[in-house]
């Protein structure tokens, strides 16, 4: 049964910065496709970072140059530092992540944690 489970939320003032990590554990096989989403009231749940079939990363563009995507595949963790965070960060964060990437490149994004809240104060 895969599992995946988001912790570090909390609540920062405008500038400041927390660190998200996922903890994944159920996979068959080590190669899992991860990204971090956020859904905010009244908004459409948004990408915000991912790790591509490559190994390199993805973000979205209201937090290039702020937020920091890593995975250990070693450990099946996936973390997300967030730095310079502003009020319309605040969200609630989930980690998303399928057995290994489809033939395109995609993920079908299969499993989801529960969900980490990140609240910034301006």
């Known amino acids: 049964q895969v599992q995946l489970v988001e912790s570090g939320g909390g609540s920062v003032q405008a500038g400041g910065s927390l660190r998200l990590s996922c903890a994944a554990s159920g996979f068959t096989y080590s190669r899992t496709c991860m990204s971090w989403f956020r859904h905010a009231p009244e908004k459409e749940r948004e990408k915000v970072a991912g790790?591509?079939?490559?190994?390199?990363?993805s973000y979205a563009d209201s937090v290039k140059g702020r937020f920091t995507i890593s995975q250990d595949t070693a450990k099946n963790t996936l973390d997300l530092q967030m730095n310079s965070l502003k009020p319309e960060d605040t969200a609630m964060y989930y980690c998303?992540?399928?057995?290994?990437?489809?033939?395109?490149?995609?993920?079908?994004?299969?499993?989801w944690g529960q969900g980490t809240q990140v609240s910034v104060s301006s």
């Open positions: 790790v591509n079939s490559d190994g390199s990363t």
């Open positions: 998303a992540a399928d057995q290994g990437f489809r033939a395109t490149g995609g993920c079908a994004y299969r499993f």
